[in-house]
């Protein structure tokens, strides 16, 4: 199986390294993968704001760049959730909606697709505490256990969690730029959450939500690091 890699807008253009660590996740793997440049957004932020309009048009660009794929790789919940669960409720004809279903039964997060594979072939470290970031369509797409399951391996790592009360970081996609007062004041108090638990920084399936928090960190100097899951399972050569 050839992988097609799916990396989100946020990635591609605030956290290039993610999508560097991904692909040599992918070839120490030895997972056959390739990039499909014309690739673009999946549509998400236009859904949240309201925009079903663009968010069907991006979905049928999607289906264009990715119709062919044997199967689709995203680092990300939130996409996933897009394609999985979004795509097939905004197809309009019947043939949308078969391309929508045949997406969606074989497009893979990254944690649940290497947790499919069972256990690494190889051993990682990263000594020290860090909280798992809950994201709210990690939680919805159902991956959090996978990446509880790869963490667990890590030498030397304690995983933590804020309490459950704390069910979103207020980045909720475009609501922290329609909302950023309340945004703000959700991420601060969440972030002295992730502190409170004895963690020094996050670990997240979903790297769009430290787009939200990484500056409300370094504004009230809190000593908070940020990784994506795919940066602490690569081995010690690779990081």
């Not at 804020?162 to 970081?169: A, I, L, R």
Request: hydrophobic content about 45%.
């Amino acid at each position: 199986m050839r992988l097609a890699l799916f990396l989100p807008c946020v990635v591609d253009q605030w956290a290039p390294e993610v999508g560097l660590a991904v692909a040599r996740l992918l070839d120490h793997l030895e997972v056959s993968w390739y990039y499909p440049e014309e690739q673009t957004c999946c549509g998400q932020f236009a859904l949240t704001a309201g925009n079903v309009p663009a968010a069907r048009r991006l979905m049928r660009h999607f289906f264009r760049v990715f119709g062919g794929a044997e199967a689709v790789l995203s680092p990300s919940a939130s996409c996933t959730l897009m394609v999985r669960h979004h795509y097939p409720r905004l197809a309009e004809s019947r043939e949308e909606s078969r391309l929508a279903r045949a997406l969606a039964d074989r497009t893979w997060e990254l944690g649940e697709f290497l947790a499919a594979q069972g256990p690494l072939p190889w051993q990682t470290r990263h000594p020290g505490t860090l909280a798992l970031h809950r994201s709210c369509k990690a939680g919805q797409l159902g991956v959090l256990p996978a990446a509880r399951g790869l963490l667990s391996r890590v030498e030397g790592l304690r995983v933590t969690e804020v309490p459950p009360s704390f069910s979103c970081c207020g980045f909720g996609g475009v609501f922290h730029r329609q909302h950023p007062h309340t945004a703000r004041v959700i991420g601060e108090a969440y972030l002295e959450a992730v502190l409170a638990t004895g963690a020094t920084g996050l670990v997240s399936p979903d790297w769009g939500c430290f787009l939200h928090l990484k500056p409300l960190a370094a504004a009230a100097h809190l000593p908070v690091s940020f990784h994506y899951l795919a940066e602490l399972l690569l081995p010690a050569s690779f990081g």
